[in-house]
């Protein structure tokens, strides 16, 4: 017999905003952090440590069912997105074209030049 698992209503509406939010695929942010964290002023002893650590959460978030959620995970959602809103509400005169502010956000999973 399959267990129904309850999500709380504020769950749910954080998991779609998040998702709105992290727009980069999963796949595609672990790619980009490891690029980060590989660049020639980024290379270090530790590459983990190199890493957004922002970033790192949110992918590990990414890669979970909603039902499999921790409140670790719930709070880097909330966190996830706050950071993004408050990088778009400080967007630069250059815009997207401002590659360290589009970098920042794609540090978190979040694409300015993907269409929602």
């Known amino acids: 017999m399959v267990r129904e698992q309850r999500i709380e209503p504020e769950v749910e509406v954080l998991w779609d905003d998040f998702h709105a939010q ?3 695929p999963s796949e595609k942010l672990r790619q980009w952090l490891l690029t980060r964290g590989s660049g020639e002023e980024a290379f270090g002893p530790d590459p983990d ?11 590990r978030v990414l890669t979970k069912r909603k039902v499999d ?6 709070e880097v959602m909330r966190d996830a997105i706050d950071e993004i809103q408050s990088r778009l509400d400080e967007k630069p005169p250059r815009g997207n074209a401002d590659d ?7 540090d978190l ?3 300015v030049l993907v269409e929602r």
């Open 22 to 24: 992290v727009n980069v």
């Open 49 to 59: 440590l190199d890493l957004p650590a922002l970033g790192r959460r949110i992918l």
């Open 69 to 74: 959620l921790t409140g670790e995970d719930i």
């Open 100 to 106: 360290r502010w589009r970098h920042s956000l794609l």
């Open 109 to 111: 999973g979040h694409d």
